[in-house]
């Protein structure tokens, strides 16, 4: 898991650090690789403000991408002080999986503005599941397997999605995430019955 993470740095446009992290019960953050002081200290702060998208958004949402943490409306404690103790301005965090109450996520991080664009996800997303699997293998997390299989069903929904509407990938995934809480169903639940059917209705 070391290695994955070390070569984050260099390899995916943008980075300069990164960090593997576990979260418990979705309020204690534990830093299982990183590449750096400021990489771990970054988790510490996500325990310590109980804010960050390792604290909520990363349980719905496959990437979470910040542009600007000063400026990010959602985790204002969190910006704060990541922005004023380690200089962090930019991040990317790939879920990497989730079960019950319990999130891996990697983390990148960058200590300048709009550090990241979509070729950064694209590389980041390749190295989320090289990370997941090491992951399970340090942990021996039997769910991981079934976590990454959901993964690519939402992967391949966003596919369709895409290529019938011509849009994006963050669109076509907004898109699913938005019909998902209007019609109060899982988005894996949704994604399985698109890729199945080719429909996004019940």
Request: charged share 20%.
């Amino acid at each position: 898991m070391n290695v994955i993470v070390s070569a984050v740095p260099g390899t995916i446009p943008g980075a300069e650090e990164a960090t593997v992290s576990l979260v418990h019960n979705r309020r204690r953050v534990l830093s299982a690789a990183f590449t750096s002081e400021r990489a771990r200290r970054f988790d510490e702060l996500q325990q310590e403000t109980q804010q960050g998208p390792c604290m909520d958004a990363m349980y719905q949402q496959q990437t979470v991408r910040v542009d600007d943490l000063a400026t990010d409306p959602r985790w204002p404690e969190l910006a704060r002080r990541a922005t004023s103790e380690l200089g962090v301005a930019s991040m990317l965090s790939f879920q990497l999986f989730v079960h019950a109450n319990d999130l891996g996520a990697l983390n990148v991080l960058a200590r300048r503005p709009n550090a990241f664009r979509d070729e950064s996800e694209s590389i980041g997303l390749l190295f989320a599941s090289h990370a997941a699997i090491a992951v399970a293998d340090a942990q021996d997390l039997h769910h991981v397997a079934t976590a990454l299989n959901r993964r690519d069903v939402i992967s391949q929904a966003k596919g369709i999605i895409m290529e019938r509407y011509k849009i994006t990938a963050p669109m076509a995934f907004a898109l699913l995430s938005k019909t998902s809480q209007e019609s109060n169903r899982k988005l894996y639940d949704l994604a399985e019955t698109l890729t199945q059917t080719g429909a996004l209705g019940p």
